[in-house]
């Protein structure tokens, strides 16, 4: 049986340390580290995250500014706000929710933010400074990956360590610092011949795909510690990982349920992204 990872529970224990070191920024700076978020349209989904971001914000005590743009805002439009925010000293961090409408170019759009207040770390400036291991973001849910393994207590050094998907946002950056703590490290995508004969091998594995239940207790090493990234809808409306915990659980050594594992932390590392950036715009 395995031991469950509680990542609201890891996410609160984040989010209290922030809220502290927010209270002692404000007191020593007299201003508070700030997040403008951008939404353009109405995608349900989309929506949510922007709620959970801003609800993040005001429970640690930092200053946002959410900007909900119609679903027909000209690329100029939104270009000009990116470019506004990275002038205006009261935000610290920027990000725009993903995915925009067709119209609009995503990757204009990260390259628009200043690197210095891009939070998400979706920059290509951030994306190379976490490859030569001198960053100052993280990118969210990876990092949030990485706190929660550290929970366990299970030392990644040494360790073979699985990570299935390749996607900028999750698996690169995933497999990049699980190789940064000294973790031998394997990649799996959509063409990787015989997945359970890699996915067997794994000390930890780090599952983002995009499948429901995907990863089954016949996949994974008796022990393994068992990430679950994956977000999925079932036809029922219930969230559901990538992962089928009940028959992995029994197998592992530590899991993350779905929901309440990788989910809570993403937003809790946008926060402690933000509250290092508001410290090095200090310097
Ligand atoms: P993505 O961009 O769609 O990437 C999915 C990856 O899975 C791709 O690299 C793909 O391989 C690989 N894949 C697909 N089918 C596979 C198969 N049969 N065997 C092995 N690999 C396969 O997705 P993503 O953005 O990384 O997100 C992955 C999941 O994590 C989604 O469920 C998403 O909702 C969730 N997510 C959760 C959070 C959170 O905060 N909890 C944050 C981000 C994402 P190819 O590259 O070969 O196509």
Same mark, same amino acid.
């Given at each position: 049986?395995?031991?469950?990872?509680?990542? $609201?529970? !890891?996410?609160?224990? =984040?989010?209290?340390?922030? *809220?502290?070191?927010?209270?002692?920024?404000?007191?020593?700076?007299?201003?508070?580290?700030?997040?403008?978020?951008?939404? !353009?349209?109405?995608?349900?989904?989309?929506?949510?995250?922007?709620?959970?971001?801003? *609800?993040?914000?005001?429970?640690? @005590? +930092?200053?946002?500014?959410?900007? $909900?743009?119609?679903?027909?805002?000209?690329?100029?439009?939104? &270009?000009?706000?990116?470019?506004?925010?990275?002038?205006?000293?009261?935000? /610290?961090?920027?990000?725009?929710?993903?995915?925009?409408?067709?119209? &609009?170019?995503?990757?204009? !759009?990260?390259?628009?933010?200043?690197?210095?207040?891009? !939070?998400?770390?979706? /920059?290509?400036?951030? =994306? @190379?400074?976490?490859?030569?291991?001198?960053?100052? +973001?993280?990118?969210?849910? %990876?990092?949030? #990956?990485?706190?929660?393994?550290?929970?366990?207590?299970?030392?990644?050094?040494?360790?073979?360590? =699985?990570?299935?998907?390749?996607?900028?946002?999750?698996?690169?950056?995933?497999?990049?610092?699980?190789?940064?703590?000294?973790?031998?490290?394997?990649?799996?995508?959509?063409?990787?011949?015989?997945?359970?004969?890699?996915t067997r091998r794994a000390d930890i594995l780090v599952v983002a795909i995009g499948k429901a239940d995907f990863i089954t207790g016949d996949m994974i090493k008796e022990g393994a510690v068992v990430i679950d #990234?994956?977000?999925? $809808?079932?036809?029922?409306?219930?969230?559901?990982?990538?992962?089928? +915990?009940?028959?992995?659980? %029994?197998?592992?050594? +530590?899991?993350?349920?779905?929901?309440?594992?990788?989910?809570?932390?993403?937003?809790?590392?946008?926060?402690?992204?933000?509250?290092?950036?508001?410290?090095? /715009?200090? *310097?």
């Amino acid at each position: 049986m395995a031991k469950i990872i509680d990542g $609201r529970a !890891v996410a609160a224990s =984040v989010r209290a340390g922030l *809220k502290a070191e927010c209270e002692q920024f404000y007191a020593d700076n007299g201003f508070r580290p700030g997040l403008a978020v951008i939404i !353009v349209g109405e995608d349900p989904a989309s929506q949510v995250y922007v709620r959970n971001k801003e *609800k993040g914000c005001n429970e640690v @005590g +930092f200053y946002s500014e959410v900007y $909900r743009l119609p679903a027909d805002t000209t690329e100029e439009t939104l &270009l000009a706000l990116v470019d506004k925010l990275n002038k205006d000293d009261k935000i /610290h961090g920027i990000l725009c929710q993903l995915p925009l409408p067709k119209h &609009l170019d995503e990757t204009k !759009v990260i390259l628009a933010i200043d690197p210095s207040k891009d !939070v998400d770390a979706f /920059h290509p400036e951030n =994306v @190379g400074k976490i490859m030569i291991g001198n960053y100052s +973001f993280l990118p969210c849910t %990876p990092a949030g #990956v990485m706190k929660l393994i550290e929970s366990t207590g299970v030392d990644i050094s040494g360790k073979e360590c =699985v990570v299935i998907g390749r996607s900028n946002i999750v698996g690169k950056p995933q497999a990049m610092l699980l190789l940064q703590k000294n973790g031998t490290v394997t990649i799996c995508h959509s063409r990787t011949k015989d997945l359970a004969e890699v996915t067997r091998r794994a000390d930890i594995l780090v599952v983002a795909i995009g499948k429901a239940d995907f990863i089954t207790g016949d996949m994974i090493k008796e022990g393994a510690v068992v990430i679950d #990234v994956g977000m999925n $809808r079932k036809d029922d409306g219930k969230l559901t990982g990538d992962v089928d +915990f009940a028959s992995c659980e %029994p197998k592992a050594s +530590f899991i993350t349920p779905v929901p309440g594992g990788v989910g809570p932390m993403t937003i809790t590392m946008l926060l402690q992204n933000t509250m290092t950036s508001a410290k090095n /715009h200090l *310097k």
